[in-house]
């Protein structure tokens, strides 16, 4: 057989491989070397092809033939390293087939012994790449492994000698070239191509089985794990919709393991938890674990308290392919928690009520009466404080009674709350009959108007008062002062001056209001 039929037979075989491989790469037991040796064919094929028409006075093709053979021997490499369990960079082999390109296209400026020299070095290496690769990882008692690695050698030295021949003695190389030892290469070319494409399908395919015995193992392994862990268990797919749950997380939840799947995550948040959901889905798809606590509904529309942790799962290209989440259910823990929360603000709420009348008290009044008074000096504004107490209360109480009295108090503190009804504002039993407002950000004529609304609205409740010396009816004194920040005043000096106002207005009559302020 000449060389060119020779040619030809790699051509046509290579391609029909490189269709072969193709048919597998679509099929459900896809091998992770088959896009690699897919390349590889197609780029011995063109090659071999190339060098079947071209004809000697055209030396380009016959470089650009050498191109494809050396980057379809390069690629061959990498399946066969992928093989024996080495990831390969996009980096490592883009960068090699830069170098196999440039090398090859640099031969045009050399003599034809010395073209031939360069490429066969080149290619022997490719041939002992994979040699070594095997001969390093692999068991060598495996009898396939073995005829592999040692014909990648063999070729290797053969390609390597010529190349020797052609670098060192041209002009014995160019005695050979019609010689039947020269014919070896082409033909030990065709034999390594049968037999490492046999051989190579063999240890992809058990190597496959391997790994899918591994991978069923590993799921039951998984299988089994979670379905007795503890802990609730979902996977999701990149739209959030749910691919996975063990019988733990359902039972919780209500639901059948298979009423679970295909469920939208999002569907077992409630309204008020959904920018929780938002949040952490953002945090995954940029590929952030998180950890979080939240509720979820359950199938009958309760709510149920769950400690997420979850984490970003990556497809082989690294793009996001969904996530993994641990659910450990601290409902009995965080309804404690808000019990006692709400224990604590039930508590803090009555300790700053009056429990008579149910407005603030005056410990209540001292706090907030501080804090309005120091943001004085922030805001340049004005703060009002009315004092005022029941007209000849003791005398009420000693004629009426106790009880009447108590009511008495209570009815006042209803008035106070309706005419003090901004938020900021603050309506408290300072002691006794005595009560208090505070009125931050109000002048002195506002005041003044809202103590007098308060007075009348106390004398419109027509409580009668047999021994009052004012009125027929229950009636009240009052003393509004106003101030402005200083730092030479105090909370307790202001109490003082609307105190005198107080007395002021008592002195003047009774049921009347005694306004004054301070800049």
Not at 70 to 96: D, F, N, Q, S
Not at 187 to 212: N, T
Not at 412 to 420: D, M, Q, R, T
């Amino acid at each position: 057989m000449d060389l060119k039929s020779l040619m030809l037979m790699l051509s046509v075989g290579s391609f029909i491989f490189g269709i072969l491989l193709v048919i597998i790469k679509f099929n459900k037991h896809n091998i992770q070397q088959v896009p690699y040796w897919i390349a590889a064919k197609f780029l011995q094929g063109t090659g071999s092809f190339i060098l079947y028409f071209r004809t000697t006075s055209f030396d380009f093709f016959t470089v650009l033939a050498n191109t494809f053979l050396l980057l379809g021997c390069a690629y061959e490499a990498w399946a066969v390293w992928i093989l024996c369990g080495y990831p390969v960079r996009r980096k490592l082999h883009m960068t090699t087939a830069a170098w196999i390109v440039f090398v090859c296209f640099l031969t045009l400026s050399f003599e034809k012994t010395y073209r031939l020299g360069v490429v066969f070095l080149v290619q022997s290496i490719f041939y002992f790449l994979p040699g070594f690769y095997l001969a390093n990882k692999f068991d060598m008692k495996h009898s396939l492994k073995l005829l592999l690695a040692v014909s990648y050698c063999v070729v290797g030295f053969v390609f390597l000698a010529s190349s020797f021949l052609s670098l060192v003695f041209p002009d014995f190389a160019l005695q050979l070239a019609g010689s039947f030892i020269a014919a070896t290469i082409p033909w030990a070319s065709f034999i390594i191509f049968l037999l490492s494409g046999f051989v190579l399908l063999m240890l992809a395919k058990e190597r496959s089985d391997i790994q899918v015995l591994s991978l069923k193992k590993s799921e039951i392994r998984f299988q089994r794990i979670v379905e007795t862990a503890n802990e609730g268990i979902l996977i999701f797919d990149e739209s959030f919709n749910i691919i996975f749950a063990n019988k733990n997380m359902a039972a919780i939840l209500g639901y059948t393991v298979e009423e679970m799947l295909g469920k939208p995550y999002v569907s077992l948040f409630s309204k008020s938890q959904l920018d929780i959901y938002f949040y952490q889905e953002s945090l995954r798809k940029n590929g952030e674990d998180s950890v979080y606590e939240c509720c979820l509904l359950k199938k009958d529309g309760s709510m149920h308290w769950f400690l997420i942790s979850a984490k970003t799962i990556y497809d082989d290209l690294g793009r996001f392919d969904g996530s993994f989440a641990v659910l450990t259910d601290i409902n009995e823990r965080k309804e404690t928690e808000l019990l006692l929360t709400e224990s604590n603000r039930q508590l803090i709420e009555l300790s700053n009520k009056d429990s008579l009348t149910g407005i603030a008290n005056r410990r209540c009044f001292d706090i907030t009466l501080e804090h309005e008074y120091s943001r004085l000096e922030r805001l340049k504004s004005k703060l009002s404080v009315i004092l005022f107490d029941v007209d000849y209360f003791k005398e009420y109480n000693d004629y009426y009674g106790h009880v009447k009295g108590d009511e008495c108090l209570r009815q006042i503190g209803n008035v106070l709350e309706l005419c003090i009804n901004r938020d900021v504002d603050l309506a408290a039993r300072y002691g006794g009959e005595e009560f208090a407002c505070i009125l931050p950000d109000t002048d002195i004529i506002a005041a003044a108007e809202i103590a007098e609304k308060i007075r009348q609205g106390i004398l419109d409740l027509k409580i009668e008062h047999e021994k009052s010396n004012v009125s027929q009816f229950v009636t009240a004194s009052f003393g509004v002062f106003t101030v402005q920040y200083s730092s030479v005043k105090s909370p307790s000096e202001i109490i003082t001056l609307a105190d005198r106002l107080l007395y002021k207005a008592k002195a003047q009559g009774r049921n009347r209001v005694e306004c004054g302020e301070m800049n």
